[in-house]
């Protein structure tokens, strides 16, 4: 043998014997280990990658879901707000209409306002109280600032009341200011005229209350305050409208009154 061939053998023994005692150690040698390392690296860096990537898109959809979730919240919390804020103003008016009630001592109900008619024709309100509750037709119907018509149906739980803004209302009023006397008319508009009176001496300013002589109303109502007086050429009197201190349409709680003849 020559000592080339004692060389190779003795390496093939050396690196046999190295084989086995690392098998011995640490098990088989899988030969793909090399392969797959740097192939899981490249996975886990691409990974990496595409995760960087992904957050800036990731973080702003989470940011845009919470600021839904913000909005919401605020919604929430305004129609809450505008909710007590409603509920505050009914209960200051109420508390108002409470105090006018017992200085009413012919008062009957309080009512809220639950539709309106505004047709120029025809202009009717309905209200929540209705003859179980002392509601009868002819009844005046009033706020705390003044009259704003009177009963013409009740039913059980509800009535209709025809507004002083109606073509059809009338009530006899007088100057608060010189006791002129006349009769209160609606035109199918958001104000009323004086008619069939002693008017030459109404001027604007004037306020006018109801004079009871109707038997309808009870007297010292306040009812509105003339803003205009105008010859009117085709008639011997004049033109006087009246802007009422309620305006019927814009009207949610109420007071019934009861005439003087029922009381």
Same mark, same amino acid.
């Given at each position: 043998?020559?000592? !080339?061939?004692?060389?190779?053998?003795?390496?093939?023994?050396?690196?046999? *014997?190295?084989?086995?005692? +690392?098998?011995?150690?640490?098990?088989?040698?899988?030969?793909?280990?090399?392969?797959?390392?740097?192939?899981?690296?490249?996975?886990?860096?691409?990974?990496?990658?595409?995760?960087? +990537?992904?957050?800036?898109?990731?973080?702003?959809?989470?940011?845009?879901?919470?600021?839904?979730?913000?909005?919401?919240?605020?919604?929430?919390?305004?129609?809450?707000?505008?909710?007590?804020?409603?509920?505050?103003?009914?209960?200051?008016?109420? !508390?108002?209409?409470?105090?006018?009630?017992?200085?009413?001592?012919?008062? $009957?109900?309080? =009512?809220?306002?639950?539709?309106?008619?505004?047709?120029?024709?025809?202009?009717?309100?309905?209200?929540?109280? %209705?003859?179980?509750? %002392?509601?009868?037709?002819?009844? =005046?119907?009033?706020?705390?600032?003044?009259?704003?018509? !009177?009963?013409? !149906?009740?039913?059980?739980?509800?009535?209709? $009341?025809?507004?002083?803004?109606?073509?059809?209302?009338? $009530?006899? *009023?007088?100057?608060?200011?010189?006791?002129?006397?006349?009769?209160?008319? %609606?035109?199918?508009?958001?104000?009323?005229?004086?008619?069939?009176?002693?008017?030459?001496?109404?001027?604007?300013?004037?306020?006018?209350?109801?004079?009871?002589?109707?038997?309808?109303?009870?007297?010292?109502?306040? *009812?509105?305050? $003339?803003?205009?007086?105008?010859?009117?050429?085709?008639?011997?009197?004049?033109?006087?409208?009246?802007?009422?201190?309620?305006?019927?349409?814009?009207?949610?709680?109420?007071?019934?009154?009861?005439?003087?003849?029922?009381?």
């Amino acid at each position: 043998m020559t000592k !080339k061939s004692q060389l190779l053998f003795l390496l093939y023994l050396f690196l046999s *014997v190295s084989l086995m005692s +690392v098998q011995s150690i640490r098990g088989r040698i899988q030969p793909l280990f090399f392969i797959n390392y740097p192939l899981n690296f490249i996975n886990e860096t691409i990974k990496s990658i595409i995760y960087q +990537v992904e957050k800036p898109f990731v973080t702003l959809s989470l940011l845009e879901k919470k600021n839904e979730q913000l909005q919401k919240e605020i919604e929430t919390l305004l129609l809450k707000n505008q909710d007590y804020q409603e509920k505050a103003r009914e209960n200051e008016r109420l !508390k108002e209409l409470l105090k006018l009630k017992y200085d009413t001592p012919n008062y $009957v109900a309080t =009512a809220k306002a639950i539709s309106h008619n505004p047709d120029m024709w025809s202009q009717t309100m309905e209200i929540n109280k %209705g003859y179980k509750d %002392g509601v009868k037709k002819d009844m =005046a119907v009033r706020t705390v600032q003044g009259l704003i018509g !009177k009963i013409i !149906k009740s039913d059980a739980h509800y009535a209709t $009341v025809l507004l002083l803004t109606d073509v059809s209302s009338a $009530v006899a *009023v007088k100057s608060q200011d010189n006791r002129t006397e006349a009769i209160l008319t %609606g035109v199918g508009e958001d104000y009323c005229t004086l008619r069939y009176g002693i008017m030459e001496e109404a001027a604007a300013g004037d306020t006018m209350i109801t004079s009871g002589l109707d038997s309808l109303y009870p007297m010292g109502i306040p *009812v509105g305050k $003339v803003i205009a007086v105008e010859k009117n050429p085709s008639m011997f009197e004049q033109d006087i409208k009246v802007a009422l201190f309620a305006n019927p349409l814009k009207i949610d709680e109420v007071m019934v009154v009861a005439r003087p003849q029922d009381m």
